[in-house]
């Protein structure tokens, strides 16, 4: 069974641009949510998406945006790129947020987002 | 301000001994916390979850312990080895919803052969 996928693994962007994250959960998960992960530091919640619909938001600014489609994947957009953007996003799938306690996250191995 | 700290030092201890690692927080209630252990390039993988009504957990070599009233959990790793050898994350559900988990900074352990 295929774990959490992420695409792009690697992405350099301009300053300025747009970058459009992807992740597929876990077969069955329908909790997905994403987290910044800055060299050297934790990972910061960003968004958690439950059965499409947005559920928990972190301290980022409005050019953060995500969806979750009806297969339970999402995407994660990113506008008007600045330097600090640059860092590891994870995705992590749950089944649901209330199995998330019990059971944790399962995350993705990340897109590495480089802006320059 | 809200924070979750854990020990800012590398953490290097010879194989065998027990490495002990701390998270603290404050300014949270959490109903539960969890430890997530994290290689380079890698995403987290999550290890073991303490309740708040539990004052200890074990899994394997793996021991955990919650103090609520300190707001303290300790991470424990007994006959360490080298594939031990990680960041070890706390994690804390702030809004006891399962909605919006807050990891800490992450402790470094090395484990020397």
């Known amino acids: 069974d295929a774990g959490v996928t992420q695409s792009p693994t690697h992405l350099i962007k301009t300053r300025g641009q747009h970058v459009t994250l992807r992740c597929s959960p876990i077969s069955g998960h329908k909790s997905v949510s994403w987290y910044q992960q800055v060299l050297g530091q934790g990972p910061q919640f960003i968004f958690q998406y439950y059965e499409k619909e947005e559920r928990g938001r972190g301290n980022f600014p409005d050019r953060f945006s995500a969806r979750q489609f009806p297969n339970y994947s999402s995407e994660l957009n990113v506008n008007a790129l600045l330097l600090g953007d640059s860092a590891l996003y994870l995705c992590?799938?749950?089944?649901?947020?209330?199995?998330?306690?019990?059971?944790?996250?399962?995350f993705g191995s990340g897109t590495r987002l480089t802006v320059v | 301000s809200q924070k979750i700290e854990q020990n800012s030092e590398a953490l290097n201890i010879q194989e065998g001994k027990t490495a002990t690692l701390t998270c603290n927080y404050t300014?949270?209630?959490?109903?539960?916390l969890q430890w997530y252990r994290q290689d380079p390039g890698r995403g987290p993988v999550f290890l073991l979850l303490?309740?708040?009504?539990?004052k200890e957990k074990r899994k394997e070599r793996l021991k955990v312990t919650f103090d609520t009233t300190l707001k303290q959990s300790l991470f424990h790793i007994t006959a360490s080895q080298p594939a031990d050898s990680a960041t070890y994350l706390c994690a804390l559900d702030i809004t006891n919803t399962g909605n919006q988990f807050y990891f800490g900074t992450g402790t470094s352990l090395t484990v020397i052969p």
């Open positions: 300014n949270y209630s959490p109903a539960y």
């Open positions: 303490i309740r708040e009504n539990e």
């Open positions: 992590a799938s749950s089944l649901s947020p209330d199995r998330q306690g019990v059971l944790g996250y399962t």
